[in-house]
């Protein structure tokens, strides 16, 4: 099946700096990345729509400005939490859509947990 | 706006019996997908069963299947001969035509020897 990579696993950061948490789609192309945030025995929320070589899509709520996404490339998104803040400790969980097939399904990757000072 | 409902926050089932996991979605589309996602304490997601809206023949993959009701918009799980390796978190999710993706808010299954 498709595989999605998340790096770093796992970061701890002090407050007021910033984070920048990568996925990848390593043996397909996705025009569509999206972006999740879940917190201790909560569920998955979406954050935010990537979509490759436009602006992404924020969810009501979403701070656009402190969560900054970047889809440069087909195999590539980018989420950066800017001045992070010990609230923004979560895990952070990306997904690769593959569609135009019966297929059509999102893949998720490993997630990456956040830890701020 | 889609919803997605899981009543049971937690289940437990003796291993090698059946168990079965309730989900009920509010949406105004008539063409959808719905999936059932597992978490297991690695926190990987991984998909578990696919239903297409379309499709009136409830979808199975090997232990599991669902009972997929599109009229009362139910979604259950049944997961047959349980093993030790299903306890998990269990998430139902629908998939609007835009892409996006509504999860419930879960269901941990524990599974006893």
């Known amino acids: 099946g498709a595989v999605v990579s998340q790096h770093p696993s796992w970061v701890i950061c002090k407050s007021g700096t910033s984070v920048k948490i990568e996925c990848r789609s390593l043996?397909?192309?996705?025009?569509?990345m999206f972006w999740y945030r879940q917190f201790p025995k909560q569920s998955l929320m979406l954050m935010a729509t990537?979509?490759?070589?436009?602006?992404?899509?924020?969810e009501q709520g979403v701070e656009k400005d402190k969560f900054l996404i970047n889809h440069a490339s087909l195999t590539l998104s980018t989420l950066t939490v800017t001045s992070a803040h010990p609230e923004d400790s979560s895990f952070y969980i990306c997904?690769?859509?593959?569609?135009?097939?019966?297929?059509?399904?999102?893949?998720f990757g490993p997630g990456t947990r956040l830890l701020v000072l | 706006a889609q919803t997605v409902t899981q009543s049971q926050p937690e289940m437990s089932v003796q291993e090698a019996e059946t168990v079965t996991l309730s989900c009920t979605y509010d949406?105004?589309?008539?063409?959808?997908?719905l999936f059932w996602y597992k978490q297991p304490p690695s926190r990987q997601m991984i998909l578990v069963i696919r239903?297409?809206?379309?499709?009136?023949q409830n979808a199975t993959e090997n232990r599991f299947s669902v009972n997929f009701q599109k009229a009362a918009k139910s979604f259950s799980l049944k997961i047959s001969d349980s093993q030790l390796g299903d306890a998990a978190m269990y998430f139902c999710?629908?998939?609007?035509?835009?892409?996006?993706?509504?999860f419930g808010k879960g269901t941990r299954l524990h599974i006893l020897p």
């Open positions: 997904s690769a859509h593959i569609g135009g097939s019966y297929q059509e399904t999102q893949y």
């Open positions: 999710a629908y998939r609007s035509p835009d892409d996006k993706i509504i």
């Open positions: 949406t105004s589309e008539s063409d959808y997908y």
């Open positions: 239903q297409e809206a379309y499709k009136q």
């Open positions: 043996d397909f192309q996705a025009t569509t």
């Open positions: 990537s979509n490759e070589g436009s602006k992404a899509t924020y």
